[in-house]
Nanobody, 123 residues
Framework: VQLQASGGGLVQAGGSLRLSCAAS????????MGWFRQAPGKEREFVAA????????YYADSVKGRFTISRDNAKNTVYLQMNSLKPEDTAVYYC?????????????????WGQGTLVTVSS
């Protein structure tokens, strides 16, 4: 499956952004989907994941209560709504697809990756 992330940009602390990730090439509902992020000089880290029919979601503690992951299988798209953004949320955000039936939170669980979209939160 091919993934194309979009929606990043510059926002002030406390603001909101919604990221989108459009999938193509394979049956979207066959994949659990995840969002990861990588800040400058840091390793890529898990942000959120959603199961293939949205029955389960999982969030990193650092974003719980502020971010919401969702998906629209009819549009082959997964979203990440980010509210109450903080400067420490600044990173390149990546969407990823996991073909297994177990909702994963590790980088190695995911087989396909989008190109990333930059989110910058100013203080």
């Amino acid at each position: 499956v091919q993934l194309q992330a979009s929606g990043g940009g510059l926002v002030q602390a406390g603001g909101s952004l919604r990221l989108s990730c459009a999938a193509s090439g394979r049956t979207f509902s066959n994949y659990d989907m995840g969002w990861f992020r990588q800040a400058p000089g840091k390793e890529r880290e898990f942000v959120a994941a959603i199961s293939r029919y949205a029955g389960s979601t999982y969030y990193a503690d650092s974003v719980k209560g502020r971010f919401t992951i969702s998906r629209d299988n009819a549009k082959n798209t997964v979203y990440l709504q980010m509210n109450s953004l903080k400067p420490e949320d600044t990173a390149v955000y990546y969407c990823a697809a996991d073909p297994s039936s177990v909702l994963g939170t590790s980088y190695s669980d995911y087989r396909s990756w989008g190109q990333g979209t930059l989110v910058t939160v100013s203080s």
